[in-house]
């Protein structure tokens, strides 16, 4: 599996936007980016996914690198609630070796201020 | 519709022993992923499950094994339980085996004495 590499935590201040990069310089043209977080004592829950293109949704937006070998979680106005682990995880949809499988690193601990 | 159940929610037992625990898949979801989780190795995915069939398996001991039934839901055994595998149990539901989104449950906390 193709390694990313985040910092191991961020802060924030409430209602201001957080970036959240991710190191994917290894990823091959077939891997999809995604995100996921894990809030205190609960289990991880998607976040968003892309291939190439920017991505939007409720939750956050998604920016990639015109390489690839990047790409930056955008949380546009943090809340309280957004304090978590967050995950960047490279997916192959190739069958396999990738069927259920989520290569989850250390992700990046989010913290939020008040 | 009802998210992913895991029960028991918290288990204790000792080394030496064995232990079941159970997923049960978000309705219409006929995959089922189990991860183990702990402080030092952080999430680690275990093995697959699609229409009863093993898919995929991660790289664990073959104490750890698990099925899945026809009705989706599934379980996770671990046998000769030792110190090292308390963990956080977690099994993640979704479509198919390569559907874009899993959705996790909220885990079993397994602690070994």
């Known amino acids: 599996d193709a390694k990313t590499t985040q910092p191991n935590s961020m802060e924030s201040n409430e209602e201001e936007p957080v970036h959240l990069p991710c190191n994917h310089s290894?990823?091959?043209?077939?891997?999809?980016i995604h995100w996921y977080r894990q809030l205190p004592s609960q289990g991880p829950e998607y976040v968003i996914h892309?291939?190439?293109s920017n991505v939007n949704n409720r939750m956050a937006s998604l920016a990639i690198a015109e390489d690839r070998k990047s790409s930056t979680l955008i949380l546009h106005r943090a809340t309280l609630r957004d304090a978590a682990v967050y995950y960047c995880?490279?997916?192959?949809?190739?069958?396999?070796?990738?069927?259920?499988?989520?290569?989850f690193g250390q992700g990046t601990i989010l913290t939020v201020h008040p | 519709k009802a998210g992913v159940t895991q029960t028991p929610r918290y288990l204790i037992k000792t080394r030496g022993q064995q232990v079941t625990l159970s997923c049960s898949p978000i309705?219409?979801?006929?995959?089922v992923s189990w991860y183990q989780q702990t402080p030092g190795q952080g999430l680690q995915f275990l093995f697959e499950?699609?229409?009863?069939?093993?898919?995929n398996k991660g790289n664990f001991p073959g104490r750890f094994s698990g099925r899945q039934f026809s009705n989706s839901r599934s379980e996770m055994n671990v046998s000769t339980l030792e110190l090292g595998d308390s963990a956080l149990y977690l099994c993640?539901?979704?479509?198919?085996?390569?559907?874009?989104?899993?959705?996790f449950g909220p885990g079993t906390r397994l602690t070994v004495l």
């Open positions: 993640a539901s979704s479509q198919t085996s390569v559907a874009w989104e899993q959705f």
């Open positions: 290894t990823i091959s043209g077939t891997d999809y």
């Open positions: 892309g291939l190439t």
């Open positions: 995880i490279l997916k192959g949809n190739a069958g396999g070796t990738s069927y259920g499988k989520l290569t």
């Open positions: 309705s219409g979801h006929r995959s």
């Open positions: 499950y699609f229409s009863e069939t093993q898919r």
